[in-house]
């Protein structure tokens, strides 16, 4: 949910002076919260009254569980847009909270979907998942596009915090949703403002399938103009589930939070906490490389061996992490390596991998991604004593330590 608050602030000021570029100051003194990050945090205020009165009901009665959470995402919305009546509201969402019988409109706009966030941190499965969404959702916008749009964040939301792989969400919400069969550098230049679902969710999707980091997916949802702070939160949403939030960038955003609303986003993290792990797009792949029994494959065209689909994805998101932090200067890590305790004709098994510093766990695993295919006995047995297995915790470990 984090994310998409973050999204929501950084792109606020783009919002009628649109920008065609990733290049700007990400926070601003012109940055402030929205509906976007009003409606969430009512949202998860709703999800938190609800559970924290009837939480047995989601196993004991769901259809009770659901027409109590509805009713309290009604009181949620209508007092904290009391609270802030010029957060930017629609005209048909201003009507609604005006009305003295609060009823449904049938919208297909976007915020369905730049609110539904919270609702994927708490679903027990996919199935739990649809019904909390079309609680939240119903509650004012009823066309199947509305549904479609949230039920598709919500997903992505859900898959990222659980799934590494960014194809496998991609094939999710493309078999049930939306095509995703484009790039952002294509659609840049004739994208316009656009408030409905169709023309904001698989648009905020896609930046997140393209970036290499929250902060990346807010850029690039940003760049594409239009909507920008719903494009950027609906981004932000999916990306701080799967890449996680750096922990100054948290900080920073919930400075733009008055007491209220940091409240209850405190209370929401004190339940559900968000991952903020600043290794987290590393350490992520501890649980499938424990599942995983062969590290190598048959190469199909010729003699040797080619890693299995897990390593190749991890190998590839270490480039990105070095990429995106150069002050650990990974360029240089065979000089870090010649100053560490560990040596790659040793045993990966060294218990001195969890006395190492960051730089020199990230720079170890660089140089034994760097090994050749003429060292595949050498490479292969990293793998298999623990070493690289070890080097993901220690990496969490010092997550852990800084959190």
Known sequence: MIGAIIGDI????????????????????????????????????????TDSKHGQLRDENR??????????VVSSFRLFASKYPDAGYGDMFKKWLSSDNPLPYGSFGNGAAMRISPVAHVAANREDLRHLVNCVTFVTHTHREAARGAMATAEAVFLALRQPFKRKIKRAIEKKYYSLDFGIDDIRETYRRDFSCRG??????????ESSSLEDAIRLA?????????????????????HGVPKDMRETALGYLDDFLRSVFEKWD????????????????????????????????????????????????????EDNNPSYDLANFKEINRNSPLVYEG??????????????????????????????????????????????ERLKMIDLENA
């Open 10 to 49: 950084v792109g606020s000021r783009f919002e009628f002076d649109n920008v065609k570029t990733k290049q700007f100051k990400f926070f601003h003194e012109k940055c402030r919260v929205t509906d976007d990050t009003i409606l969430t945090l009512a949202a998860a205020d709703a999800v938190m009254t």
């Open 270 to 321: 004190s339940l559900h906490p968000v991952p903020h792990e600043r290794f987290r797009p590393l350490t992520r792949y501890m649980e499938k490389l424990k599942n995983t029994s062969e590290y190598y494959e048959p190469h199909p065209y010729h003699n040797g061996f080619v890693f299995v689909k897990v390593i190749e994805d991890l190998a590839r998101q270490l480039r990105l992490f």
């Open 63 to 72: 259809d009770r569980y659901l027409t109590t959470l509805f009713e309290a």
């Open 200 to 209: 904001t969710v698989p648009q905020a999707i896609r930046c997140f399938l």
């Open 222 to 242: 940003v760049s594409l103009g239009g909507d920008s702070d719903t494009l950027a939160s609906v981004a932000g949403a999916i990306a701080g589930a799967f």
């Open 347 to 392: 045993s990966g098994n060294n218990p001195d991998i969890m006395k190492l510093s960051a730089a020199q766990v990230l720079a170890f695993m660089k140089g034994i991604f760097r090994v050749k295919p003429i060292s595949d006995d050498l490479l292969l047995s990293f793998f298999k004593c623990g070493a690289l297995d070890a080097c993901l």
